[in-house]
């Protein structure tokens, strides 16, 4: 053979090897907004190409259930709620968590003062607005565990489906609106309402909250020995992008921004929401913590007559042999 022909099949070698980085595909529960800065961080600063992954992230939105794209093959990891994941396991998903960045809950109910609502002692008589698609179980399962019927009946509640912007709170169409810390709540004060003029009720200090994105797969997933290589690396990449972006706040939303495709993302709300989600994130190095586990399931099972779930799943719905390995 030739110096050239060697030199030739040297460049393909060399250039095979660039392009065999394995592919994993992350869904996320929401458009991409700083809540999901670590994964975009981890992507831009090579974090993901360190550990010889080629990830594609897809951005949630109002139509897209996260749980469906994972079984239905569109993604080998998801972002999602504990109290979702745990209700479409009951029903039959065989969805497991692998880790948890998040380890605060940054859910509320936002009220207009002037309804008159100071404690949830006050909610009777009043109309209260939620996001559906599994993210208006927590809200169920409090007004439950309250004892407050959610179909506007005497001594209870009206629950409202909103849409995910807090128009119906700005129009007076529901009293109180589900918001994040990180995100609706600053639009409603964008919209030129003060904190004054507003009743915050955060599901952390009525001892009701349950975990928030965490990642999952499937048991198939985690019964294949190559996948389970590939989400260690993933979850490793991960974490590092998370503890960056607490540690970067600016920088991360800045990144953010870059992958934003749609434009609609601002740098004062992205910089502001990274602020929050940091809160939200400080505290766990992606392991889930059993007790946050068990405190989620309580509150899940104790709503009452209508619970989200009605068994414990245990630990068939977490498992730290990916974090055990990628944390190490």
Request: glycine share 8%; aromatic share 8%.
């Amino acid at each position: 053979m030739t110096f050239t022909k060697l030199a030739t099949a040297a460049l393909m070698l060399a250039a095979g090897s660039a392009q065999a980085a394995d592919e994993l595909t992350l869904q996320l529960k929401w458009v991409t907004q700083a809540q999901f800065a670590g994964y975009y961080v981890a992507a831009d600063k090579g974090f993901y190409e360190e550990e010889d992954l080629d990830v594609t992230i897809k951005p949630g939105g109002p139509d897209i259930a996260p749980v469906q794209v994972l079984l239905g093959g569109g993604a080998d990891v998801m972002v999602d709620w504990l109290p979702s994941a745990l209700a479409a396991r009951e029903n039959g998903a065989p969805i497991v968590n692998i880790a948890q960045p998040f380890k605060s809950s940054g859910l509320m109910l936002t009220c207009l003062k002037e309804n008159g609502i100071e404690t949830p002692a006050d909610f009777p008589g009043h109309t209260l607005g939620t996001w559906f698609f599994g993210n208006e179980l927590p809200l169920y399962s409090w007004m439950s565990k309250l004892g407050y019927a959610t179909d506007g009946s005497d001594g209870g509640v009206t629950i409202q489906k909103i849409n995910f912007n807090v128009d119906p709170l700005l129009q007076k169409q529901v009293d109180c609106a589900t918001t994040m810390t990180y995100n609706e709540y600053w639009q409603v004060i964008d919209a030129g309402l003060t904190p004054e003029d507003l009743v915050v009720i955060k599901y952390e200090d009525e001892g009701i909250s349950t975990l928030e994105d965490g990642l999952y797969t499937t048991e198939d997933n985690l019964a294949d020995d190559a996948m389970v290589d590939k989400l260690t690396r993933f979850v490793r990449a991960s974490m590092k992008g998370w503890k960056y972006a607490e540690a970067n706040p600016d920088e991360a939303a800045d990144i953010v921004l870059e992958y934003d495709e749609t434009g609609a993302q601002t740098e004062k709300h992205q910089k502001r929401m990274m602020g929050e989600v940091a809160k939200l994130t400080a505290g766990s190095n992606g392991a889930l913590d059993p007790a946050d586990f068990e405190r989620t399931v309580d509150v899940l099972l104790s709503a009452g007559a209508d619970p989200v779930i009605t068994t414990n799943p245990g630990e068939a719905a977490w498992t730290h042999k990916i974090t055990d390995a990628a944390l190490q």
